[in-house]
């Protein structure tokens, strides 16, 4: 047991200045596999991600349904130490990005989001999260804040006015999986009523720090930099699938190098920056959501197909 202050303890750094952001530190029992935790808390305690079992390791607590399939990260219970000021911080955030991708946001709107990613990221600085089991998910791309510089999410598909004359963007996810293997989805209507689907596969890594000073410097990256939690993600060429079947499908572009910085992760949501400045809020997808034959999960289907083909998977 640990005592936190707004001020001390391993958790308890502040940030922000003369915020006054003094939110008592809340002790957290957490699933490592799906992150669903038991907030020891008075918010809104929730034991959704434990079941009672007779496990040797933990007599009273066990993974949830979600947990037990295709997960290979060695089940651990972690405690952890979570400001109630980043609770309501989420909270907040998430109601502001409630529009999603495609939706359009006012300056003031857009400004209010920007307050509380600053917030979230100061509270995250220091933390490692690259070797935090929350990372691995399946996620929505729910909002971004685009600098003006590259194509953050969707390419030529959204950026240009052909690809968005011919292609409507429906959904756009981005999972993490075991092994620094990460899945780009991005869902569309061509011509406005034809179902297609973009997948990318990458493997990724943590970059060094020579390597991240010398991304910095070519891509003139606006403070505060990437931090130690960036990895570098080389992705194979995009995969165009046509149809709810996905039969009709095939390789388009070339293969392309990302770098994203994870500034903030918790169970809810996961923020990024690229190299360009630009930041990302992702939404991680309910359980219902990540069910085999789901959309989110038809990546495995469409790289199958792919492999079959002669391309890369």
Known sequence: HRKGSGGGGGGGREGGGGRGRR?????????TFCSDSLALSLLSPSLSCFTFS????FPLLAPCSMCKPNRRLPHRTSITYIRASSVTTVDNLLNLVSKGLEGKYTQEESA????????LEEEGRGRLYLQDPQLVGYYRV???????RGRPVGGNFRYTAAGRALFKTTE??????DDGVAVNMLYLKFLGFIPACVTLRGDFQQVSDAERAQVEIKYKTPPPGLSPQTIKATFDSPRISFGRSGLLNFNVGPST?????????????RIGRNRYGGRFVFTRLQEEECLPGSPADAWRNYLVRSQGRGGQA
């Open 54 to 57: 007779s496990s040797p390791h």
């Open 142 to 148: 729910q909002y971004v804040q685009d600098v003006g």
């Open 172 to 177: 756009a996810l981005q999972h993490v999986l």
């Open 23 to 31: 939110g008592a530190l809340v002790l957290a029992l957490a699933c």
């Open 257 to 269: 190098t990302v770098y994203l910085d994870t500034i903030y992760l918790d169970r809810r949501i």
């Open 112 to 119: 209010r989001i920007a307050e509380c990613i600053d917030e």
